[in-house]
């Protein structure tokens, strides 16, 4: 999968601007906290790039929480920000002991094979997995979580392109 090119015209727009107003020759910066300052930039042109996932709502919420991140967020997204700050919907289902028990006791009595059950651990495992990797990941169902996720990989290969054209022009 490729990321479109709206998507890229966007994130290239919003990281030249998170470069500018982060890395101005002015400030006093040492090169941990110049670090930093790209990283967030491009995480937010990442998130504001991909509106309407879960996952970018997740970066901007988290990088709005860190002092040092926050203002940068604030004055990139601009009249925006209070859009990506909303909190998330959720298709996560609430349900009561009750029903648990008895989806429990069902699945215990339908298991045949050892083989079976292993391999369901092993999903279950992995989703937990992939539910602390990608941002906002733990408020979603499994179909949600693997649609977020591959939006997510999308993004992040986005990203990773930007950044090694970056350095090879740097180099140049």
Not at 12 to 17: S, T
Not at 94 to 116: E, F, H, N, P
Request: glycine letters at 6%; one cysteine or more.
């Amino acid at each position: 999968m490729q990321a479109t090119m709206a998507f890229k015209k966007a994130f290239l727009h919003k990281m030249l601007e998170g470069l500018q107003l982060s890395l101005s020759p002015s400030a006093n910066m040492s090169l941990v906290e110049r670090k930093e300052a790209v990283k967030a930039s491009s995480d937010v042109a990442m998130a504001f790039a991909r509106d309407g996932a879960n996952w970018s709502r997740a970066i901007i919420a988290n990088l709005s929480r860190e002092g040092k991140s926050k203002s940068l967020v604030r004055n990139l997204l601009g009249k925006d920000f209070e859009r990506f700050n909303k909190p998330c919907t959720t298709s996560k289902k609430l349900t009561s002991k009750k029903i648990l028990k008895r989806s429990y006791q069902a699945r215990r009595t339908m298991r045949k094979s050892s083989a079976g059950s292993l391999g369901r651990s092993l999903v279950k495992m992995r989703t937990r997995v992939l539910r602390r990797i990608v941002p906002g990941g733990d408020s979603l169902d499994e179909l949600s979580l693997l649609g977020e996720t591959v939006d997510y990989i999308v993004s992040l290969k986005a990203q990773l392109d930007f950044m090694y054209k970056m350095n090879y022009v740097m180099q140049s």
